[in-house]
């Protein structure tokens, strides 16, 4: 029996925003949704070629207040090819929320507030 | 410029603790830690052979209160090659929290309520 990690989920509040942002900060893009039959769910799941783990966002039509992130205290992560060039996009895009230069990495927000955290490649 | 997703991290209450868990339920082992020079901080990287994707736990020395995980609304998700066989151990660790026999998927929490979703390898 063995296991291995495939995605992870986050519930978003409005898709189109969350798939905008995804796509532009980060470049995921979408590889597969299911749409449940009564249209209350929508599940899509992004990625990019360079692995086979996804985002799975989940977003429900009945849900109206913002989602309740706790603490806040888990995130995801992603390296990059190219730390500098995705700083300034970042910068551009006001969604880094934290700074940790002496670690040299950071941190940016999804339009619902989760943390992602992105290191530059080894 | 591109991204790679890496880790998803966790904070955590009790690091032996998670990762017996970690270990026991979901196969996962400790790949590399990192150690503050004040003790502040532990970081250690959970992973196994299947893919590269890591699970960071991160243990801090002066958090006394449990997390709050909001609305937890998101999770971590496995798949399996044998689905039996790991709802057989999930049930005699005591550790599912949700069935969807329809969609053919449970969830598990581990130590301090993080939801890990559980699906058959197809």
Aim: hydrophobic share 35%; proline share 3%.
């Amino acid at each position: 029996m063995n296991f291995k990690m495939i995605h992870e989920n986050y519930n978003v509040s409005n898709l189109k925003k969350s798939l905008d942002f995804y796509e532009k900060a980060l470049g995921l893009t979408e590889k597969r949704r299911i749409t449940a039959d009564d249209g209350s769910f929508i599940i899509v799941y992004v990625a990019n070629e360079k692995s086979t783990f996804e985002l799975e966002l989940t977003w429900l039509r009945d849900r109206t207040e913002p989602y309740n992130l706790g603490d806040e205290e888990f995130h995801l992560a992603f390296e990059t090819d190219d730390y500098e060039a995705a700083h300034r996009l970042h910068e551009e895009m006001r969604c880094i929320c934290f700074e940790n230069p002496k670690m040299g990495i950071y941190f940016i927000k999804d339009p619902d507030g989760y943390w992602l955290e992105v290191v530059p490649a080894k």
